[in-house]
């Protein structure tokens, strides 16, 4: 944990994915319990509509009382604990898995690789490195939000890292929940946990997707946040802990997309933009293996960049010609880009686009024209009045 960070928290989330064809979802997507991904560049909403994916996503709504994003619909996680970066963790994986990597797959990027994995912990006083512990905390938090334990069980494994589509171990759930408040009370009980069970935090399933650091112009908390992924067989039981998240959410990627663009919920602005790219998926096992294939060419942090128009603003990203060559992270140098256009004038004034424009909270548009960096898909092309494009 890196407790010199000023601006910051570091934090983690895992985007999950679980099948749903044994699963019923209600008209809004709430779980009732009971092909190759499309790279053409003219699909839009309503074409896509017609071919039904056959996964669903958990979305989780904030408390109102929140300190940030209150009442949003959000991926389970939430900020690094110091019990994320114990060494305990070491001696726990050690009969099966050790330092550096602990069987996860190497990721090739030398450069420009994100700080928050970059970072050497060893002279943070943890011999864990980052990739262990971000994935730790994400799983530690998804068991505290929604009750969805990502672990398997304590003995080897051939290959860790091909696990395909994850069949969860199944577990007492009066056990499970007579756990739950200890480990939100203290994120250490989830080592304890793990012991008394015998398993392991299922680190090798989740896949590392994006970084996003928290833009300086919103204000109040700031977070430089992982995010990973992983596949379900099938959507497991999900209870909200009625605290931090008062509801949860299964539903597929565009039901997502289409409930923000009608208000009837908010999404911010990194998962509306991960749902679209996740929009150009049908089938679960496409995702699964895209995000295997795809997670050892890493990824960069991304971080926007407002631009004040005469309709709105649009927050740029690298990749943008109006992104900057080196934007202040720390907020502590004002950077206030602006321009008396509109924010169609502006766009037509550059040829590189990665952009997101808004006119309201829910009235947004993605602009992007970039090949994506590490082998990565684009989000779709999203407005909330017209057909949007891939």
Not at 17 to 23: P, Y
Not at 105 to 129: C, H, M, N, W, Y
Request: contains cysteine.
């Amino acid at each position: 944990m890196n407790r010199d960070l000023k601006y910051w928290k570091e934090s983690a989330t895992v985007i999950l994915a679980a099948g749903i064809r044994n699963h019923k979802l209600s008209e809004n997507g709430i779980n009732t319990q009971i092909s190759q991904q499309p790279h053409e560049r003219n699909l839009t909403l309503s074409s896509l509509a017609k071919s039904v994916c056959d996964f669903a996503l958990l979305l989780l709504q904030r408390n109102q009382r929140s300190t940030f994003f209150p009442d949003a619909h959000v991926f389970p996680g939430g900020r690094i604990s110091t019990a994320d970066f114990s060494n305990e963790w070491i001696q726990l994986f050690h009969p099966y898995c050790q330092s550096p990597n602990f069987k996860l797959d190497t990721v090739k990027q030398t450069i420009r690789r994100s700080p928050i994995f970059a970072t050497e912990r060893r002279k943070l006083g943890s011999q864990l490195p980052g990739e262990v512990a971000f994935r730790i905390c994400a799983i530690r938090e998804t068991f505290e939000e929604s009750g969805i334990l990502l672990v398997k069980p304590n003995s080897p494994d051939k290959d860790l890292n091909k696990q395909g589509v994850i069949q969860l171990a199944h577990y007492d759930q009066n056990k499970l929940a007579s756990w739950r408040p200890l480990v939100q009370e203290n994120a250490a009980n989830f080592i304890r946990l793990c012991k008394e069970l015998d398993c392991l935090p299922n680190i090798w399933a989740l896949k590392e997707w994006s970084n996003w650091l928290t833009p300086t112009y919103l204000g109040g908390k700031r977070f430089d946040t992982v995010f990973l992924i992983c596949c379900l067989e099938e959507i497991p039981f999900t209870i909200p802990d009625d605290h931090e998240v008062i509801f949860h959410s299964w539903m597929r990627p565009l039901e997502v997309i289409k409930g923000h663009q009608s208000e009837k919920l908010f999404l911010p602005p990194p998962q509306w933009y991960e749902i679209g790219r996740l929009c150009r998926f049908i089938h679960l096992q496409d995702l699964q293996q895209f995000s295997q294939d795809r997670s050892v060419e890493g990824c960069e942090r991304w971080f926007p960049v407002r631009l004040l128009a005469s309709d709105g603003f649009a927050t740029l990203l690298p990749g943008d010609d109006l992104y900057p060559e080196d934007p202040d992270f720390t907020g502590e140098t004002e950077l206030n880009l602006t321009t008396s256009k509109s924010l169609k004038q502006a766009r037509l004034e550059v040829s590189r686009l990665h952009r997101t424009e808004f006119r309201k909270p829910h009235d947004c548009t993605l602009i992007v024209n970039i090949e994506p960096q590490y082998k990565h898909v684009h989000s779709l092309m999203m407005n909330s009045h017209h057909n949007s494009h891939l």
